[in-house]
């Protein structure tokens, strides 16, 4: 799991506090202090403002303004009051909580209006636990974007590039996902979500549950099994999805069930962003099947010239070239 930004751990610290963590969730929240100063002294800084927070149930209950103006009133009335010897250290300690619940108010505003954005850098465990406990999985390169704590009527996101998303049901509050010109609006499910920033082209496929995706107009409902393409335009494009390696990039494993070798390639580039070139035109009509579960790209290749009777050389930094190919190898 991957929890670098302040909004990830949070939630977690929060529960940590309240004594309400799982022994394996207990163990991570120690182990995030031990890596680095910054983590101790956030871990202290939050601790600190739990522990000031004493009996107060709830921040958003806190009316700064009100909270202000009777404050402001005590220090209106202590001027024109003639106090005893005893009463300025009282009229303090007030002032001082008051102070506190102010500080307390304003600094949960702040944060909860502030943005957050997520980056999946390659090589990670792109995994993030949202303010809601929803979980997202990005695809290298991707970003999501959204304001702390979820506080809105809404749990509204941006995203940039491909996401696979499980969302934690909450029927009052729904889940919303924007990317490029679409609108996806979920209330508890999980889905694969496509932003292709360059051709502004949006793809999604449903899992579990029900989603509703709209774009410029265009408005479907989506069951699990179901893929659609939204164009730069905002048409959309209903249809059954028949490709297992969609989620490919999350899972680490390609499956192929008689699939022809065009469809293979279409597959390989997308996950190991490489680009195969057939010399052979007639090769990728032959059908293969195979599971390839977090092998590397030459260990495929290796098993294709196995298989078909093929060679192959790196052309440069994004192609290979495959040679021959027998589909009766």
Known sequence: MSIEQEDHILPILTRY???DVQEDERVFVKDWIAKSEANKKYFDEVELLWNTSGDLADFDQINVEEEWN???SKIAHKENTKSTSGRPRVFLKVAASVAIIIGLGMFFVNYFNTEVTIIAKVGNENIFILPDQSVVWLNEGSELTYKKGFKSEI???????????EVTKNPEKPFVVLA???????L???FNLKADTKTKETE???VTGKVQFSSQGHQEILQPGDKITAGANGELIKVINHNPNFESWKSGILTFKEATMS??????????HMKLVFENPQFEKCTLTSIFDNESLEDILETLT??????????DSNRILIKGGDCNS
Do not use: C, H, M, P
């Open 17 to 19: 506090f309240k004594d």
């Open 70 to 72: 009777t404050f402001a």
């Open 155 to 165: 749990r509204e996101s941006r995203l940039k590039g491909e996401a696979f998303f």
């Open 180 to 186: 490029n010109n679409t609108e996806t609006r979920v």
């Open 188 to 190: 508890g499910t999980s």
């Open 204 to 206: 999604i496929v449903l």
């Open 263 to 272: 469809e293979v390639a279409r597959d390989i580039e997308s996950y190991y």
């Open 306 to 315: 196995i298989l078909f009777d093929i060679t192959y050389k790196k052309i």
